[in-house]
């Protein structure tokens, strides 16, 4: 067996709740991801997907269906306080998963006073899965980075600090939207290419980023290097996650400091944190592209050169009114993979965070940066796809896209696959754009 591979990952395992059994289904017992709901006016809880339904924990604790011995932290959870939960460390999500998977499983004696605690997943809320403190961007596409500085220097995409270090930029968190949550339009500072000064409208070119949420778990006090041995422990588990971006603001703006309005209106994260027990059987070495300098050795770690990437299957789908009238289903346009697109690991990202003596708390958020494949058609923006809109892409009913139209809704999702494991996925992050409001 693999490191970190136990019972809870059996690909036979089968639970009583019918609907996780579906062979093509996001939630069966193998995954378990955490997210937080409420069902009407009700008070925010955390549940766990199974199936079609969430387990509500609030309901398992009070019908003391999971073991006594879990109960430190049941308490938070019940109370929809995911960030205490994750900061009792691995251990208790562990445990709190074991148990769950004995619970959930055919034949489970637990079965008769747990069944009375599902909800229907369709009747549910589902909001952000926990409180989110600071968020902190990423840029470890590698082949985003390459398209996207092609486009802007054809003869130096890559910057010289690239291959070495993790770049980042920190984001505000207070704009983090839980999936199916709208926005406006964002309105910006442009400076068309032929114009003496810059405006204010709003976006012309507005984009989508398929990238992944890393969860932070763990705590380091200020001034405190988490090695790269001990990074994993800081991280909960992975979402999908959609940096939503103004081109245009962007390009105006973006000298000498970086990203600022063009990315504050909206991201929208995924509601099911899937926890890192559950990828553990899709683990892998990153694919580094060849000619890379091996990375300093504060970044360097046997265990995570081998197995520290994740092997998520990525897809970008968009749906226009226009399409959503005609009848017409949301029509793919990118796909792509985490390992395959990341030049760091989530351990490195961690690591590097925190060298410097940064702290990060429970409920802090990493975005990994767009996640484009080798290929362009797996690119993970449309910036990529239509080349900087010289060459828009074609949509069923006989749309094109350069940049995103009001009406457009874009949804992410992820899947981990592979012989011998179970199937998992990651729900999905989805969100539209409203027309711009009037200024
Ligand atoms: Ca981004």
């Given at each position: 067996m693999s490191p970190g591979i136990d019972a809870t990952h059996d690909p036979a395992l089968r639970s009583w709740v019918d609907s996780a059994n579906q062979p093509d289904g996001d939630f069966p017992i193998q995954n378990l991801p955490f997210g937080r709901f409420r069902l009407g006016e009700q008070p925010w809880r955390m549940g766990v997907a199974i199936g079609d339904q969430v387990l509500d924990l609030r309901l398992a604790l009070e019908a003391r269906a999971l073991p006594e011995e879990l109960e430190p932290g049941l308490l938070p959870l019940a109370a929809g306080d995911l960030n205490a939960f994750m900061a009792l460390g691995p251990g208790a999500r562990s445990a709190l998963r074991k148990a769950l998977s004995g619970a959930l499983a055919a034949g489970s004696q637990a079965q008769a006073r747990l069944a009375a605690c599902l909800v229907p997943q369709a009747r549910v809320e589902l909001g952000l899965p926990c409180v989110i403190g600071d968020y902190t961007d990423f840029y470890v596409g590698i082949h985003h980075a390459t398209a996207v500085g092609r486009l802007f220097r054809p003869d130096n995409p890559l910057l010289p600090n690239y291959p070495w270090v993790p770049i980042a930029y920190h984001g505000r968190s207070s704009t983090i939207l839980p999936s199916g949550h709208a926005f406006s339009r964002p309105w910006g500072q442009v400076?068309?290419?032929?114009?003496?000064?810059?405006?204010?409208?709003?976006?012309?070119?507005?984009?989508?980023?398929?990238?992944?949420?890393?969860?932070?778990?763990?705590?380091?006090?200020?001034?405190?290097?988490?090695?790269?041995?001990?990074?994993?422990?800081?991280?909960?588990?992975?979402?999908?996650?959609?940096?939503?971006?103004?081109?245009?603001?962007?390009?105006?703006?973006?000298?000498?400091?970086?990203?600022?309005?063009?990315?504050?209106?909206?991201?929208?994260?995924?509601?099911?944190?899937?926890?890192?027990?559950?990828?553990?059987?899709?683990?892998?070495?990153?694919?580094?592209?060849?000619?890379?300098?091996?990375?300093?050795?504060?970044?360097?770690?046997?265990?995570?050169?081998?197995?520290?990437?994740?092997?998520?299957?990525?897809?970008?789908?968009?749906?226009?009114?226009?399409?959503?009238?005609?009848?017409?289903?949301?029509?793919?346009?990118?796909?792509?993979?985490?390992?395959?697109?990341?030049?760091?690991?989530?351990?490195?990202?961690?690591?590097?965070?925190?060298?410097?003596?940064?702290?990060?708390?429970?409920?802090?958020?990493?975005?990994?940066?767009?996640?484009?494949g080798p290929r362009p058609e797996q690119a993970g923006s449309l910036l990529e796809l239509s080349q900087g809109g010289k060459r828009p892409i074609e949509l069923p009913g006989g749309e094109q896209r350069s940049f995103l139209q009001d009406g457009d809704e874009i949804t992410l999702r992820g899947l981990c696959h592979r012989p011998g494991a179970a199937r998992i996925g990651f729900g999905a992050c989805t969100a539209r754009v409203l027309p711009a409001v009037t200024r």
């Amino acid at each position: 067996m693999s490191p970190g591979i136990d019972a809870t990952h059996d690909p036979a395992l089968r639970s009583w709740v019918d609907s996780a059994n579906q062979p093509d289904g996001d939630f069966p017992i193998q995954n378990l991801p955490f997210g937080r709901f409420r069902l009407g006016e009700q008070p925010w809880r955390m549940g766990v997907a199974i199936g079609d339904q969430v387990l509500d924990l609030r309901l398992a604790l009070e019908a003391r269906a999971l073991p006594e011995e879990l109960e430190p932290g049941l308490l938070p959870l019940a109370a929809g306080d995911l960030n205490a939960f994750m900061a009792l460390g691995p251990g208790a999500r562990s445990a709190l998963r074991k148990a769950l998977s004995g619970a959930l499983a055919a034949g489970s004696q637990a079965q008769a006073r747990l069944a009375a605690c599902l909800v229907p997943q369709a009747r549910v809320e589902l909001g952000l899965p926990c409180v989110i403190g600071d968020y902190t961007d990423f840029y470890v596409g590698i082949h985003h980075a390459t398209a996207v500085g092609r486009l802007f220097r054809p003869d130096n995409p890559l910057l010289p600090n690239y291959p070495w270090v993790p770049i980042a930029y920190h984001g505000r968190s207070s704009t983090i939207l839980p999936s199916g949550h709208a926005f406006s339009r964002p309105w910006g500072q442009v400076r068309p290419p032929e114009a003496e000064v810059p405006e204010l409208r709003p976006t012309a070119r507005l984009d989508f980023e398929l990238e992944m949420g890393i969860v932070i778990g763990g705590a380091n006090a200020l001034g405190e290097a988490v090695p790269i041995e001990r990074a994993e422990q800081q991280v909960f588990g992975l979402t999908l996650f959609n940096d939503w971006s103004a081109r245009d603001v962007q390009a105006w703006e973006y000298q000498p400091l970086g990203p600022f309005l063009s990315k504050n209106f909206a991201s929208t994260l995924s509601p099911w944190v899937v926890t890192l027990e559950a990828l553990a059987p899709f683990r892998r070495a990153l694919s580094r592209p060849a000619g890379q300098p091996r990375p300093l050795p504060y970044l360097h770690s046997e265990a995570d050169a081998a197995g520290g990437a994740f092997d998520v299957q990525l897809e970008v789908w968009l749906s226009t009114e226009r399409m959503r009238a005609q009848g017409l289903g949301a029509h793919c346009i990118s796909r792509s993979n985490f390992a395959d697109a990341a030049c760091w690991t989530v351990a490195q990202m961690v690591t590097h965070h925190t060298v410097g003596g940064c702290a990060l708390r429970p409920g802090d958020l990493f975005g990994s940066g767009t996640l484009s494949g080798p290929r362009p058609e797996q690119a993970g923006s449309l910036l990529e796809l239509s080349q900087g809109g010289k060459r828009p892409i074609e949509l069923p009913g006989g749309e094109q896209r350069s940049f995103l139209q009001d009406g457009d809704e874009i949804t992410l999702r992820g899947l981990c696959h592979r012989p011998g494991a179970a199937r998992i996925g990651f729900g999905a992050c989805t969100a539209r754009v409203l027309p711009a409001v009037t200024r």
